[in-house]
């Protein structure tokens, strides 16, 4: 299926944005959508076009990263922007979608793509001044800020501010999803259930929105920043989570991934999360998987290996969804007896494999 794509920016004049000079926040989003405009058969998407329309200047960033622009650039994505949704008006179930700390809301293209195509609307929340860099619809484009990019790990109080401005911006489209439609080419569609996905950073935002908002129906988090999660109150919560981790997962395999200033507090923090999801819950890891490899930036310095672990991570936490949100019975064991051993192992609350 082509996906369309769509490019909307939301103003919360009650808050000034904490990484700015007295700025009103402003949400930019990115809509996915299915979209059977008949210029797709003639029109090749490719992977730049998603930093349109400052092209150039997402490309001068990114090479200074090292990135592999030459190979990013015979990518094809079958994402196009700005084209007609395949219906004039539908009801959808909807899925934000939180980035990791840094990353770019549309760089995660390979699951997003995958989420359309099983029927959702996908709504990627990015974060101004902290992402890499923020390209709006005008042309605009707004970069990390100096702050931002020599942030400590061990900086908690600069970290949950990060946090806490994540969760105020998803709250926000939450209860702004029919002004985004209105704005944007889904005029006239309406959602009926809502989930969430979040990597990092973003992973922990997701957790804390479903706590505050039970419109959240169901909740995936990719590797997630389990210490800065704020487990001190013991509140329960039933919202069904899958928790996708890396490969490595117990106190001895991260002693080389994590700094000794977050290593006990992130490891607890795993465990606490874990006590208090009430509802169904899954941990599993990935097998070869790393950080990173939750998003498109592998793919980005031509890791072709990350593709195989993108399909596996896309097919099981869409059937998570699937079951949770769309009431597809077993989606969720028929995807894991698919995926045992080989590929997804379940882990239990010290991140130890669950022997089968």
Known sequence: MNVGRNVVVLNDRSRKDPFSNDEERAIITSIYYPTDDKNTQINVSNY?????PSKDKAINILKDLGVDIEYLNTI?????NNYNPKYSNAVSDVILYSPGFGVSRDMYTYHIKYLVDCGYIVVSIGATYESVFSIFPDGRVVNQTAQLTNIKSTDFILWRELLDTRVEDILYVINHLDL???QSLLEGFSYRSIGIVGHSLGGAAAFEVAKR????RAGVMFDASFHLLDLEKNEKIDTPFLIMRQEKCTYDELLTELSEGIINPFISGFEKLYKQLNGYKAAVKVQGAHHMTFSDVPIHFKDIEAINKHEIISDYSTAFLSEFIQGKSYSLQNSFNHKRSADIVEINIKGQTVSV
Not at 76 to 80: F, L, N, Q, V
């Open 76 to 80: 094809e994505t079958h994402i196009y």
């Open 48 to 52: 730049m076009d998603l930093f349109d």
């Open 180 to 182: 985004l439609f209105s």
């Open 213 to 216: 908002d039970n419109r959240i």
